[in-house]
Nanobody, 123 residues
Framework: QRSLVESGGGSVQAGGSLTLSCAISGSTVTTWCLGWFRQAPGKEQEVVAQFDGSDGLTKYADSVQGRFTISQDSAKKTLYLQMNSLKPEDTAMYYC????????????????RGQGTQVTVSS
């Protein structure tokens, strides 16, 4: 049984930084996709960063490009999201997720996700 647990969220002022962590336990497949998505009240879920294990490529949403960095420590089975230059519009619940295909990260039936960690950015 695979499980993901996020941590590192909190409240920060605009321009500040946070690093989210996602501890992954259970079986993992190196060719799978690992990613972070967020959901703000009244808005759709948005994948902000992903790492495609099948080709080693990372991808970022335009809204966070240049400010967020996804990384992983395979030995520790931990996924990270470094968030810099945070903006009030980054306020959301952040989730890590894994799926066989990056296109499935937002599909609960085909992905595994954590419970989320709240990020609040004040102006």
């Amino acid at each position: 049984q695979r499980s993901l647990v996020e941590s590192g969220g909190g409240s920060v002022q605009a321009g500040g930084s946070l690093t989210l962590s996602c501890a992954i336990s259970g079986s993992t497949v190196t060719t799978w996709c690992l990613g972070w998505f967020r959901q703000a009240p009244g808005k759709e879920q948005e994948v902000v960063a992903q790492f495609d294990g099948s080709d080693g490529l990372t991808k970022y949403a335009d809204s966070v490009q240049g400010r967020f960095t996804i990384s992983q420590d395979s030995a520790k089975k931990t996924l990270y999201l470094q968030m810099n230059s945070l903006k009030p519009e980054d306020t959301a619940m952040y989730y890590c997720a894994t799926a066989a295909d990056c296109g499935w990260l937002l599909l609960p039936r085909y992905s595994t996700r954590g419970q989320g960690t709240q990020v609040t950015v004040s102006s």
